[in-house]
């Protein structure tokens, strides 16, 4: 199966420094990412989606300066919160989609295991 | 606005009951319809969906279907097993696979032996 992982699994910074967060297709080439949030007992909230080569496309209230997304290969998407506050502090999600090995594409996201952001 | 409604949890159920895990939603169009199984430590795993009206989608004992006049799309297990405990979300996407997922808040499960 398709596996999609994030590092770091849980991060702690303190305010006004920025956070890094990765996003990796294991096993496919991931042509679309995106990026979820989700708030304690909350449903996940799209942020963007991003294709590979190209710039991200936020959803709306989401800060395209503040939430950096790169997605600049077939297996990697980043996600840098700058600046960080206490209010960015969230359990954030990525899932991708794209080629399957072998040919042929799949249709579903594979969502990755989340990373939890602490901003102190 | 586009939104998933579903029950809240947790839900606290004997092994070998019957669960029922309600889900209605609010979309503009024809959306693809799923649900996502997310188990403790691990990350959101597809269970089932249906894209069109009427179909059922299935997956390990459980199945929804998608129901447009009532635009409901509640997932059913006939009998429960504690290996179900997990968190169970509701969602859709506006169709054509590569959009975002608008998702429900979840519902925990839990079943007792």
């Known amino acids: 199966g398709a596996v999609v992982s994030q590092h770091p699994s849980r991060v702690i910074c303190k305010s006004g420094t920025s956070v890094k967060i990765e996003c990796r297709s294991l096993?496919?080439?991931?042509?679309?990412m995106f990026w979820y949030r989700q708030f304690p007992k909350q449903s996940l909230m799209l942020m963007a989606t991003?294709?590979?080569?190209?710039?991200?496309?936020?959803e709306q209230g989401v800060e395209k300066d503040k939430f950096l997304i790169n997605h600049a290969s077939l297996t990697l998407s980043t996600l840098t919160v700058t600046s960080a506050h206490p209010e960015d502090s969230s359990f954030y999600i990525c899932?991708?989609?794209?080629?399957?090995?072998?040919?042929?594409?799949?249709?579903?996201?594979?969502f990755g295991p989340g990373t939890r952001l602490t901003v102190l | 606005g586009d939104s998933v409604t579903q029950m809240e949890g947790p839900v606290t159920l004997s092994e070998e009951a019957f669960l029922t895990i309600n889900c209605t939603y609010t979309?503009?169009?024809?959306?693809?319809l799923f649900w996502y199984v997310q188990y403790p430590g691990e990350g959101l795993q597809l269970l089932l969906k249906?894209?069109?009206?009427?179909d059922k989608g299935s997956n390990k004992g459980f199945e929804a279907t998608y129901r447009k006049e009532t635009t409901s799309f509640h997932l059913e297990k006939g009998s429960v097993q504690v290996s179900d405990s997990a968190v169970y979300f509701c969602?859709?996407?506006?169709?054509?696979?590569?959009?975002?997922?608008?998702f429900g808040k979840g519902t925990h499960l839990i079943i007792q032996p």
């Open positions: 096993d496919f080439q991931a042509t679309t």
């Open positions: 969602a859709f996407n506006s169709g054509g696979g590569a959009d975002g997922l608008t």
């Open positions: 979309a503009t169009g024809y959306p693809s």
């Open positions: 991003s294709n590979e080569g190209s710039k991200a496309t936020y």
């Open positions: 899932s991708a989609r794209g080629l399957a090995e072998g040919g042929g594409s799949y249709n579903e996201q594979f």
């Open positions: 249906a894209t069109k009206a009427d």
